[in-house]
Protein backbone atom coordinates (compact mmCIF):
# COMPACT_ATOMS: atom_id res chain seq x y z
CA UNK A 1 0.00 0.00 0.00
CA UNK A 2 0.88 3.55 -0.69
CA UNK A 3 3.05 5.08 2.00
CA UNK A 4 0.43 7.56 3.33
CA UNK A 5 -3.03 9.16 1.92
CA UNK A 6 -2.83 9.79 -1.93
CA UNK A 7 -3.34 13.84 -1.31
CA UNK A 8 0.15 13.50 0.12
CA UNK A 9 1.86 11.43 -2.22
CA UNK A 10 4.72 12.93 -4.62
CA UNK A 11 2.40 13.13 -8.42
CA UNK A 12 3.84 11.09 -11.20
CA UNK A 13 3.06 12.52 -15.07
CA UNK A 14 4.04 9.97 -17.59
CA UNK A 15 4.49 12.22 -21.11
CA UNK A 16 5.03 10.12 -24.51
CA UNK A 17 5.41 10.94 -28.07
CA UNK A 18 7.32 10.10 -31.17
CA UNK A 19 7.73 13.30 -31.92
CA UNK A 20 10.46 14.36 -29.88
CA UNK A 21 10.08 18.22 -29.76
CA UNK A 22 6.37 18.65 -29.27
CA UNK A 23 6.47 15.56 -26.16
CA UNK A 24 9.33 17.36 -24.98
CA UNK A 25 7.44 20.72 -24.75
CA UNK A 26 4.31 19.37 -23.45
CA UNK A 27 6.45 17.85 -20.54
CA UNK A 28 8.36 20.85 -19.96
CA UNK A 29 5.06 23.28 -19.73
CA UNK A 30 3.87 20.81 -17.21
CA UNK A 31 6.83 20.79 -14.97
CA UNK A 32 6.80 24.92 -15.32
CA UNK A 33 3.28 25.29 -14.50
CA UNK A 34 4.33 23.45 -11.02
CA UNK A 35 7.79 25.73 -10.81
CA UNK A 36 9.14 25.46 -7.19
CA UNK A 37 7.25 21.63 -6.51
CA UNK A 38 8.33 20.10 -9.96
CA UNK A 39 10.99 17.53 -11.26
CA UNK A 40 11.11 16.70 -15.24
CA UNK A 41 12.92 13.69 -15.57
CA UNK A 42 13.76 11.99 -19.21
CA UNK A 43 16.54 9.45 -20.38
CA UNK A 44 17.72 9.77 -23.71
CA UNK A 45 18.09 6.63 -25.64
CA UNK A 46 19.63 6.96 -28.92
CA UNK A 47 22.92 5.84 -28.01
CA UNK A 48 21.45 2.93 -26.34
CA UNK A 49 23.16 0.34 -28.43
CA UNK A 50 26.46 1.54 -27.41
CA UNK A 51 25.89 1.30 -24.05
CA UNK A 52 25.14 4.90 -23.03
CA UNK A 53 22.26 6.98 -21.77
CA UNK A 54 22.02 10.62 -21.05
CA UNK A 55 19.78 11.41 -18.45
CA UNK A 56 18.00 14.98 -17.73
CA UNK A 57 16.72 16.24 -14.39
CA UNK A 58 15.56 19.72 -14.95
CA UNK A 59 14.83 21.55 -11.72
CA UNK A 60 13.92 25.22 -11.15
CA UNK A 61 17.69 26.07 -10.17
CA UNK A 62 18.42 24.85 -14.27
CA UNK A 63 18.90 21.21 -16.12
CA UNK A 64 21.39 18.00 -14.39
CA UNK A 65 23.04 15.99 -17.44
CA UNK A 66 24.55 13.04 -16.19
CA UNK A 67 25.99 10.17 -18.93
CA UNK A 68 25.10 6.59 -17.84
CA UNK A 69 27.12 3.82 -19.35
CA UNK A 70 25.22 0.13 -19.07
CA UNK A 71 26.81 -3.01 -18.44
CA UNK A 72 23.94 -4.21 -20.96
CA UNK A 73 22.62 -2.47 -23.84
CA UNK A 74 18.62 -2.55 -22.52
CA UNK A 75 15.73 -0.82 -21.43
CA UNK A 76 15.84 -2.78 -18.55
CA UNK A 77 18.67 -1.94 -17.57
CA UNK A 78 18.11 2.21 -17.72
CA UNK A 79 15.04 1.18 -15.91
CA UNK A 80 16.77 -0.81 -12.67
CA UNK A 81 19.99 0.65 -12.72
CA UNK A 82 19.04 4.75 -12.80
CA UNK A 83 15.13 5.29 -13.11
CA UNK A 84 13.69 3.31 -9.89
CA UNK A 85 16.10 4.76 -7.69
CA UNK A 86 16.11 8.19 -9.03
CA UNK A 87 12.12 8.00 -8.47
CA UNK A 88 12.19 6.54 -5.01
CA UNK A 89 14.78 9.47 -4.01
CA UNK A 90 12.19 12.23 -5.68
CA UNK A 91 9.29 10.49 -3.57
CA UNK A 92 10.84 10.85 -0.82
CA UNK A 93 12.34 14.34 -0.94
CA UNK A 94 9.97 17.09 0.80
CA UNK A 95 10.40 19.64 -1.51
CA UNK A 96 9.50 17.58 -4.61
CA UNK A 97 5.39 17.33 -5.77
CA UNK A 98 5.75 16.53 -8.33
CA UNK A 99 7.11 14.48 -11.36
CA UNK A 100 6.97 14.69 -14.96
CA UNK A 101 8.76 11.66 -16.63
CA UNK A 102 9.18 12.03 -20.35
CA UNK A 103 9.47 8.96 -22.19
CA UNK A 104 12.10 8.76 -25.22
CA UNK A 105 9.90 8.23 -28.69
CA UNK A 106 11.30 4.31 -28.47
CA UNK A 107 10.23 3.22 -25.65
CA UNK A 108 6.92 1.48 -24.99
CA UNK A 109 4.58 3.72 -22.55
CA UNK A 110 3.19 0.21 -21.38
CA UNK A 111 5.84 -1.87 -20.68
CA UNK A 112 7.17 1.04 -18.67
CA UNK A 113 4.07 1.68 -16.86
CA UNK A 114 3.93 -2.17 -16.15
CA UNK A 115 7.61 -2.41 -14.94
CA UNK A 116 7.05 0.87 -12.77
CA UNK A 117 4.11 -1.17 -11.43
CA UNK A 118 5.70 -4.22 -10.98
CA UNK A 119 9.22 -4.16 -10.25
CA UNK A 120 10.56 -3.58 -7.12
CA UNK A 121 13.85 -1.61 -6.39
CA UNK A 122 17.01 -2.40 -4.14
CA UNK A 123 16.05 -1.42 -0.81
CA UNK A 124 12.13 -0.88 -1.14
CA UNK A 125 10.10 -3.86 -0.66
CA UNK A 126 7.07 -3.02 -2.88
CA UNK A 127 6.82 -1.32 -6.37
CA UNK A 128 7.92 2.15 -6.71
CA UNK A 129 3.93 3.11 -7.56
CA UNK A 130 3.36 2.88 -3.97
CA UNK A 131 5.33 6.07 -3.16
CA UNK A 132 3.48 8.04 -5.83
CA UNK A 133 -0.20 9.14 -6.92
CA UNK A 134 -0.05 8.22 -10.65
CA UNK A 135 -1.86 10.90 -12.30
CA UNK A 136 -1.76 9.34 -15.70
CA UNK A 137 -0.28 9.24 -19.18
CA UNK A 138 -0.31 12.13 -21.54
CA UNK A 139 0.44 11.42 -25.40
CA UNK A 140 1.27 13.86 -28.02
CA UNK A 141 0.32 13.37 -31.33
CA UNK A 142 1.25 14.88 -34.94
CA UNK A 143 -2.25 15.80 -36.66
CA UNK A 144 -1.18 15.76 -39.92
CA UNK A 145 1.20 12.32 -39.77
CA UNK A 146 -0.46 10.23 -36.80
CA UNK A 147 -2.88 8.57 -38.83
CA UNK A 148 -0.49 7.63 -41.57
CA UNK A 149 2.23 6.23 -39.34
CA UNK A 150 -0.81 4.38 -37.19
CA UNK A 151 -1.62 2.54 -40.70
CA UNK A 152 1.84 2.14 -42.19
CA UNK A 153 4.65 -0.56 -41.61
CA UNK A 154 7.63 1.69 -41.20
CA UNK A 155 10.11 0.72 -39.17
CA UNK A 156 11.48 2.27 -36.42
CA UNK A 157 15.21 2.34 -37.60
CA UNK A 158 13.82 4.33 -40.74
CA UNK A 159 13.02 7.25 -38.70
CA UNK A 160 15.87 7.52 -35.87
CA UNK A 161 13.96 6.35 -33.52
CA UNK A 162 14.95 2.46 -32.90
CA UNK A 163 16.70 1.50 -29.60
CA UNK A 164 19.22 -0.93 -30.93
CA UNK A 165 20.30 -1.90 -34.75
CA UNK A 166 18.12 -5.11 -34.90
CA UNK A 167 15.57 -3.41 -33.62
CA UNK A 168 12.62 -4.76 -36.04
CA UNK A 169 9.17 -2.99 -34.10
CA UNK A 170 7.65 0.24 -36.28
CA UNK A 171 6.13 3.56 -35.67
CA UNK A 172 2.75 1.97 -36.00
CA UNK A 173 3.53 -0.10 -32.93
CA UNK A 174 4.81 2.78 -31.00
CA UNK A 175 1.91 5.30 -32.10
CA UNK A 176 -0.94 3.34 -31.76
CA UNK A 177 -0.06 1.69 -28.01
CA UNK A 178 0.36 5.24 -27.06
CA UNK A 179 -2.51 6.88 -28.05
CA UNK A 180 -4.23 3.97 -26.82
CA UNK A 181 -2.81 3.45 -23.43
CA UNK A 182 -3.19 7.18 -22.73
CA UNK A 183 -5.62 9.29 -20.42
CA UNK A 184 -5.03 12.27 -22.31
CA UNK A 185 -4.23 12.76 -25.45
CA UNK A 186 -2.33 15.84 -26.93
CA UNK A 187 -3.29 16.79 -30.42
CA UNK A 188 -0.61 19.09 -32.14
CA UNK A 189 -1.09 21.03 -35.27
CA UNK A 190 -3.09 21.10 -38.21
CA UNK A 191 -4.63 18.14 -40.98
CA UNK A 192 -4.08 18.91 -44.19
CA UNK A 193 -7.92 18.82 -44.74
CA UNK A 194 -11.08 18.56 -42.38
CA UNK A 195 -12.04 15.50 -44.16
CA UNK A 196 -8.82 13.89 -42.26
CA UNK A 197 -9.60 15.56 -39.34
CA UNK A 198 -12.86 13.66 -39.09
CA UNK A 199 -11.00 10.41 -40.19
CA UNK A 200 -8.26 11.27 -37.49
CA UNK A 201 -11.23 12.14 -34.96
CA UNK A 202 -13.12 8.74 -35.77
CA UNK A 203 -9.77 6.66 -35.10
CA UNK A 204 -9.34 8.22 -31.43
CA UNK A 205 -12.86 8.08 -30.22
CA UNK A 206 -12.37 4.36 -30.82
CA UNK A 207 -8.98 3.23 -30.24
CA UNK A 208 -9.14 5.47 -27.00
CA UNK A 209 -12.75 6.41 -25.92
CA UNK A 210 -12.08 7.05 -22.61
CA UNK A 211 -9.12 9.62 -22.83
CA UNK A 212 -9.27 13.33 -22.78
CA UNK A 213 -8.03 15.33 -25.75
CA UNK A 214 -6.35 19.01 -26.04
CA UNK A 215 -5.73 20.05 -29.38
CA UNK A 216 -2.85 22.23 -29.43
CA UNK A 217 -2.91 23.87 -33.31
CA UNK A 218 0.02 26.18 -33.06
CA UNK A 219 2.21 24.23 -31.19
CA UNK A 220 3.42 23.46 -27.67
CA UNK A 221 5.40 26.66 -27.52
CA UNK A 222 2.87 28.61 -27.90
CA UNK A 223 0.25 29.32 -24.95
CA UNK A 224 2.40 27.01 -23.05
CA UNK A 225 0.87 28.29 -19.66
CA UNK A 226 -2.47 27.64 -21.13
CA UNK A 227 -2.19 24.42 -22.45
CA UNK A 228 -0.17 22.88 -19.12
CA UNK A 229 -3.24 24.54 -17.09
CA UNK A 230 -5.80 22.32 -20.05
CA UNK A 231 -3.91 19.24 -19.32
CA UNK A 232 -3.84 19.45 -15.91
CA UNK A 233 -7.99 19.92 -15.55
CA UNK A 234 -8.16 16.88 -17.51
CA UNK A 235 -6.13 14.29 -15.61
CA UNK A 236 -8.01 15.96 -12.37
CA UNK A 237 -10.75 15.38 -14.07
CA UNK A 238 -10.47 11.56 -15.37
CA UNK A 239 -12.90 9.10 -13.67
CA UNK A 240 -12.00 7.15 -11.12
CA UNK A 241 -12.34 3.88 -13.38
CA UNK A 242 -9.48 5.24 -15.98
CA UNK A 243 -6.62 3.66 -16.24
CA UNK A 244 -3.79 5.93 -14.93
CA UNK A 245 -0.56 3.67 -16.50
CA UNK A 246 -1.70 0.26 -15.29
CA UNK A 247 -2.17 -2.12 -17.77
CA UNK A 248 -5.00 -4.08 -18.57
CA UNK A 249 -4.93 -7.84 -17.68
CA UNK A 250 -5.42 -10.13 -21.18
CA UNK A 251 -8.62 -11.17 -20.25
CA UNK A 252 -10.43 -7.89 -20.07
CA UNK A 253 -13.12 -6.11 -22.11
CA UNK A 254 -12.17 -5.75 -25.45
CA UNK A 255 -14.64 -2.68 -25.75
CA UNK A 256 -13.26 -1.02 -22.18
CA UNK A 257 -14.74 2.62 -22.65
CA UNK A 258 -17.75 1.66 -24.65
CA UNK A 259 -16.39 2.90 -28.20
CA UNK A 260 -18.87 3.81 -30.80
CA UNK A 261 -19.50 0.54 -33.32
CA UNK A 262 -21.09 2.33 -35.78
CA UNK A 263 -19.02 2.77 -39.09
CA UNK A 264 -18.04 7.18 -39.42
CA UNK A 265 -15.74 8.37 -41.87
CA UNK A 266 -14.73 4.70 -43.48
CA UNK A 267 -13.86 3.80 -39.97
CA UNK A 268 -15.65 0.79 -38.36
CA UNK A 269 -14.82 -1.14 -34.98
CA UNK A 270 -15.94 -4.73 -35.81
CA UNK A 271 -16.05 -7.71 -32.30
CA UNK A 272 -15.28 -10.36 -34.49
CA UNK A 273 -16.13 -13.73 -31.72
CA UNK A 274 -16.46 -17.96 -32.73
CA UNK A 275 -17.04 -20.92 -31.12
CA UNK A 276 -14.65 -23.11 -32.73
CA UNK A 277 -11.00 -23.16 -32.94
CA UNK A 278 -8.87 -21.63 -35.74
CA UNK A 279 -6.43 -23.66 -38.23
CA UNK A 280 -3.15 -22.56 -37.81
CA UNK A 281 -1.81 -21.99 -41.28
CA UNK A 282 -4.40 -20.77 -42.18
CA UNK A 283 -4.81 -18.15 -39.99
CA UNK A 284 -1.46 -17.31 -40.43
CA UNK A 285 -2.34 -17.05 -44.22
CA UNK A 286 -4.93 -14.41 -43.28
CA UNK A 287 -2.50 -12.36 -41.48
CA UNK A 288 -1.89 -10.58 -45.54
CA UNK A 289 -5.49 -9.45 -45.04
CA UNK A 290 -5.78 -8.61 -41.92
CA UNK A 291 -2.43 -6.33 -41.85
CA UNK A 292 -4.08 -3.93 -44.85
CA UNK A 293 -6.20 -1.03 -43.93
CA UNK A 294 -6.45 -1.49 -40.53
CA UNK A 295 -5.01 0.45 -37.53
CA UNK A 296 -5.42 -2.23 -34.37
CA UNK A 297 -6.09 -5.53 -34.27
CA UNK A 298 -6.19 -7.17 -30.88
CA UNK A 299 -8.14 -9.96 -28.91
CA UNK A 300 -7.92 -13.22 -27.69
CA UNK A 301 -6.99 -16.41 -29.66
CA UNK A 302 -7.93 -20.00 -29.79
CA UNK A 303 -6.10 -22.14 -32.17
CA UNK A 304 -6.65 -25.81 -32.31
CA UNK A 305 -3.11 -26.97 -32.46
CA UNK A 306 -2.76 -25.23 -28.84
CA UNK A 307 -6.09 -26.23 -27.40
CA UNK A 308 -5.37 -25.10 -23.60
CA UNK A 309 -3.66 -22.14 -24.62
CA UNK A 310 -5.10 -18.48 -24.85
CA UNK A 311 -3.44 -16.31 -27.38
CA UNK A 312 -3.14 -12.75 -27.40
CA UNK A 313 -3.15 -11.38 -30.99
CA UNK A 314 -2.56 -7.83 -31.62
CA UNK A 315 -1.60 -6.02 -34.73
CA UNK A 316 -0.98 -1.92 -35.06
CA UNK A 317 -0.71 -1.32 -38.78
CA UNK A 318 1.32 -3.69 -40.98
CA UNK A 319 3.03 -5.27 -37.70
CA UNK A 320 1.26 -8.15 -35.88
CA UNK A 321 2.59 -10.57 -32.76
CA UNK A 322 1.13 -13.03 -31.22
CA UNK A 323 1.96 -14.91 -27.69
CA UNK A 324 0.93 -17.14 -24.75
CA UNK A 325 -1.48 -15.38 -22.36
CA UNK A 326 -2.08 -17.80 -20.42
CA UNK A 327 -4.68 -20.99 -20.14
CA UNK A 328 -8.61 -21.38 -21.05
CA UNK A 329 -10.16 -22.29 -17.42
CA UNK A 330 -11.65 -25.04 -19.20
CA UNK A 331 -8.56 -26.83 -19.91
CA UNK A 332 -6.90 -26.34 -16.36
CA UNK A 333 -9.17 -27.27 -13.29
CA UNK A 334 -7.11 -25.11 -11.49
CA UNK A 335 -7.25 -21.83 -13.81
CA UNK A 336 -10.64 -21.45 -12.33
CA UNK A 337 -9.71 -20.91 -8.62
CA UNK A 338 -6.72 -18.81 -9.59
CA UNK A 339 -8.93 -16.41 -12.22
CA UNK A 340 -10.36 -13.03 -10.67
CA UNK A 341 -14.20 -12.57 -10.97
CA UNK A 342 -14.14 -10.83 -13.73
CA UNK A 343 -13.05 -13.43 -15.68
CA UNK A 344 -15.01 -15.79 -13.99
CA UNK A 345 -18.23 -13.76 -14.47
CA UNK A 346 -17.66 -13.76 -18.05
CA UNK A 347 -16.85 -17.07 -18.59
CA UNK A 348 -20.00 -18.46 -16.79
CA UNK A 349 -22.21 -16.35 -18.93
CA UNK A 350 -20.85 -17.88 -22.22
CA UNK A 351 -19.73 -21.33 -21.34
CA UNK A 352 -20.43 -23.74 -23.99
CA UNK A 353 -21.02 -27.48 -22.76
CA UNK A 354 -18.09 -28.46 -24.85
CA UNK A 355 -15.86 -25.77 -25.37
CA UNK A 356 -15.94 -24.14 -21.93
CA UNK A 357 -14.93 -20.68 -22.65
CA UNK A 358 -12.80 -21.27 -25.50
CA UNK A 359 -13.66 -19.13 -28.07
CA UNK A 360 -12.23 -16.41 -30.73
CA UNK A 361 -12.70 -12.84 -29.50
CA UNK A 362 -10.66 -10.22 -31.64
CA UNK A 363 -11.52 -6.63 -32.28
CA UNK A 364 -10.47 -5.08 -35.29
CA UNK A 365 -10.44 -1.11 -36.12
CA UNK A 366 -10.85 -0.75 -39.82
CA UNK A 367 -10.10 3.01 -41.52
CA UNK A 368 -9.08 2.04 -45.29
CA UNK A 369 -10.35 -1.75 -45.95
CA UNK A 370 -13.62 -3.22 -46.52
CA UNK A 371 -14.81 -5.06 -43.25
CA UNK A 372 -16.09 -7.92 -44.77
CA UNK A 373 -13.14 -8.93 -46.38
CA UNK A 374 -11.85 -8.83 -43.27
CA UNK A 375 -14.96 -11.00 -41.70
CA UNK A 376 -14.30 -13.68 -44.37
CA UNK A 377 -10.93 -14.33 -44.30
CA UNK A 378 -11.01 -14.65 -40.54
CA UNK A 379 -14.25 -17.14 -41.09
CA UNK A 380 -11.86 -18.90 -43.93
CA UNK A 381 -9.52 -19.71 -41.10
CA UNK A 382 -11.68 -21.26 -38.65
CA UNK A 383 -11.78 -25.48 -39.09
CA UNK A 384 -14.36 -27.16 -41.06
CA UNK A 385 -16.99 -29.33 -39.91
CA UNK A 386 -15.07 -32.11 -40.70
CA UNK A 387 -11.65 -30.91 -39.42
CA UNK A 388 -13.42 -30.39 -36.00
CA UNK A 389 -15.00 -33.46 -35.52
CA UNK A 390 -11.45 -35.00 -35.96
CA UNK A 391 -10.96 -34.04 -32.12
CA UNK A 392 -8.05 -32.09 -30.32
CA UNK A 393 -5.78 -35.09 -31.09
CA UNK A 394 -5.64 -34.84 -34.20
CA UNK A 395 -5.82 -30.71 -33.83
CA UNK A 396 -2.53 -30.94 -32.19
CA UNK A 397 -0.35 -32.32 -35.09
CA UNK A 398 -1.30 -29.45 -37.67
CA UNK A 399 1.63 -27.96 -38.60
CA UNK A 400 1.81 -24.73 -36.08
CA UNK A 401 3.69 -21.44 -36.92
CA UNK A 402 2.44 -20.32 -33.26
CA UNK A 403 4.43 -22.60 -31.38
CA UNK A 404 6.75 -19.92 -30.24
CA UNK A 405 6.60 -16.18 -29.92
CA UNK A 406 5.18 -14.94 -33.48
CA UNK A 407 5.45 -11.43 -35.20
CA UNK A 408 4.54 -10.38 -39.01
CA UNK A 409 6.77 -10.06 -41.31
CA UNK A 410 8.04 -12.99 -39.79
CA UNK A 411 12.02 -12.44 -39.56
CA UNK A 412 13.90 -13.14 -36.30
CA UNK A 413 11.91 -12.78 -33.54
CA UNK A 414 14.62 -12.36 -30.66
CA UNK A 415 14.83 -9.00 -31.24
CA UNK A 416 16.34 -8.24 -27.74
CA UNK A 417 13.62 -5.32 -27.83
CA UNK A 418 9.99 -6.57 -28.94
CA UNK A 419 7.66 -7.24 -26.07
CA UNK A 420 4.22 -9.01 -25.33
CA UNK A 421 1.76 -8.84 -23.84
CA UNK A 422 2.66 -10.26 -19.87
CA UNK A 423 6.49 -9.83 -20.36
CA UNK A 424 7.23 -6.04 -19.72
CA UNK A 425 10.56 -4.70 -19.67
CA UNK A 426 13.15 -7.32 -19.00
Request: with cysteine; net charge negative.
Amino acid sequence: MPEGPESELTRLTVVCGVDRTAAAEVAAALRARHAGTAVLVTHDMRALGEGVVRRRVVEDDGEHDAVLELAHACVSCTLREDLLPLLVRLARDPDVAHVVLLLDPGVEVEATCEALHGLVPEGLDRPVTDLFALRGVVAVLGAATWLDDAGSDDALVERGLALTADDERTVAQIVVGQAEFADVLVVVGRCSGAWDRVRLDAVLARLAPRAGQADVVDGPRAGRDEIAARLDDLLDALPGDARRGVPDDAHVSLLRGQPPLARDAGVSLLPVGHRRPFHPERLHAAFDVLLHGTIRIRGRVWVASQPEHVLWLESAGGALQIGVAGTWLAADPTAWDDADDERRAAASLSWHERWGDREQQLVALVHDADPAGLVEALDAALLTDEELALGEDAWRRLPDPFEHRHTDPCPDLDTGVETRRGEGWG
